[in-house]
C-alpha cells in the first residue's frame, strides 16, 4: 500500500487545491492531508481568512482525501 501525504494552508479553496488531491489520489492508495494550524500560519507572517477548522473540514469533504490532520510545524 502507497501512502502519500501533502500539506497546505487550504485558505480560499480553489480548483488548484482539488487538482492537487486529484494528482496525488492518482499516486497512492490512500492520501492524507495535512492541514497547517492557524498558530503556524501566524508564525509565518500570515493570517487566514477562513478559521483551520473550517478548512479541515473542507479538506476532509474532498473525495480523493482519506484523512486529513492537523500540521503543527513545518
Known amino acids: 500500500m502507497v501512502i502519500g501525504y501533502t500539506t ?5 479553496f ?3 487545491h482539488l487538482n492537487l488531491f486529484k494528482n496525488a489520489k492518482g499516486m497512492c ?3 492524507i492531508v495535512g492541514v ?3 498558530e ?3 508564525y509565518k507572517g ?5 478559521p483551520f477548522e473550517d478548512r479541515i473540514e473542507l479538506v476532509r469533504s474532498c ?3 482519506d484523512a486529513a490532520v492537523p500540521q503543527y510545524d513545518m
Open 36 to 38: 497547517t494550524v492557524d
Open 63 to 65: 473525495k480523493y482525501v
Open 46 to 50: 500570515k493570517n487566514s481568512m477562513i
Open 40 to 42: 503556524l500560519v501566524q
Open 14 to 16: 480553489h480548483v488548484g
Open 29 to 31: 492508495d490512500k492520501l
Open 8 to 12: 497546505g494552508v487550504y485558505d480560499l
